[in-house]
């Protein structure tokens, strides 16, 4: 039977696969375009992406008690965000490339066994955590931060389906904690438990996205991958498809408010 952890690493593939596609063949001016985050270029998306690959596998590769640090071949994070922010926008695309490649394929070489007993330490939580937490996160920043790469080419980019569902069930699961960090609950001014599909996103001192429908106060109609942009700050007017709607006790650009992104 298939684990959540092997259809994370497939999807993680999967959407590595989608961004070279896209990614071989930009141009200077594509790659100094604005992307789908605010502040950021194509370019620098993809140097983001690319620096976080890095970092994951150096971190994973400790938790396989084969990161180089004894031999201080190990950089530091900020030793390679500084290497990373120096490349030039090319420089940056390719790098990414290689980068995340390394970092699919160090997952995809991992044994049975090591899916489901590896233990990370990821710094910002107190314990190390199972394989699947920092699976997660990376599917979700490669998934969105793949997102803002792609609309800064094309303002109606989508999520893939696979992606978007596996994102959903790692926030109910093992990735539960980052929308109490990343939700702005304290935006609303009552609390609100809104119907996605057969999901509720629940928004009173926290948000969280729990499993079923009961006693819903609203309902968004329209994609689940337009939920998933939604919860990340990437359901912009510009960015939003044909067809979504709130009805309720909240409106689409009060939960804009709840999720600024980042």
């Given at each position: 039977?298939?684990?959540?952890?092997?259809?994370?690493?497939?999807?993680?593939?999967?959407n590595?696969?989608?961004?070279?596609?896209?990614?071989?063949?930009l141009t200077?001016?594509?790659?100094?375009?604005?992307?789908?985050?605010?502040?950021?270029?194509?370019?620098?998306?993809?140097s983001?992406?690319?620096?976080?690959?890095?970092i994951?596998?150096y971190?994973?590769?400790?938790?396989l008690g084969d990161?180089g640090?004894?031999?201080?071949?190990?950089?530091?994070?900020?030793d390679?965000w500084?290497r990373?922010?120096?490349?030039?926008?090319?420089e940056?695309?390719?790098g990414?490339?290689?980068s995340d490649?390394?970092?699919?394929?160090?997952?995809?070489?991992?044994t049975?066994?090591?899916r489901?007993t590896?233990?990370?330490?990821l710094g910002?939580?107190p314990a190390?955590?199972?394989?699947?937490t920092?699976?997660a996160m990376?599917l979700n920043?490669?998934?969105?931060?793949?997102?803002?790469?792609?609309?800064?080419?094309?303002?109606?980019?989508?999520l893939?389906?696979?992606?978007a569902?596996?994102v959903?069930?790692h926030?109910?699961?093992?990735?539960?904690f980052?929308?109490g960090?990343?939700?702005k609950?304290?935006k609303?001014?009552?609390d609100v438990?809104?119907t996605?599909?057969d999901h509720?996103?629940?928004?009173?001192?926290s948000v969280?996205l729990v499993?079923?429908?009961?006693?819903?106060?609203?309902?968004?109609?329209?994609?689940?991958?337009?939920v998933?942009?939604?919860m990340a700050?990437?359901?912009?007017?510009?960015?939003?498809p044909?067809g979504?709607?709130?009805t309720g006790?909240?409106?689409?650009?009060?939960?804009?408010?709840?999720?600024p992104?980042?």
């Open positions: 039977m298939t684990s959540l952890v092997d259809e994370t690493i497939t999807e993680l593939r999967a590595h696969d989608r961004l070279r596609v896209v990614v071989e063949g200077d001016d594509q790659l100094a375009a604005q992307s789908g985050a605010e502040r950021w270029t194509v370019a620098d998306v993809l983001h992406l690319g620096s976080g690959a890095e994951a596998r971190s994973l590769l400790t938790a990161d640090s004894a031999s201080g071949d190990r950089p530091t994070n900020q390679v500084d990373w922010n120096a490349l030039p926008p090319a940056q695309a390719s990414f490339l290689e490649g390394r970092l699919v394929e160090l997952y995809e070489s991992l049975p066994e090591q489901e590896t233990m990370v330490e910002f939580l190390p955590v199972p394989l699947k920092p699976l990376r920043e490669q998934t969105l931060h793949g997102w803002d790469a792609r609309a800064g080419l094309d303002p109606t980019a989508v893939s389906d696979d992606a569902d596996l959903v069930r926030y109910t699961g093992s990735m539960a980052m929308l960090f990343t939700g609950a304290d609303l001014d009552e438990r809104l996605v599909g509720t996103l629940v928004i009173d001192d969280a499993e079923g429908v009961d006693a819903p106060t609203a309902t968004f109609t329209g994609s689940l991958e337009a998933v942009r939604l700050g990437r359901l912009k007017p510009e960015n939003t044909a979504i709607e709130v006790n909240v409106t689409l650009e009060e939960l804009r408010r709840v999720f992104g980042y």
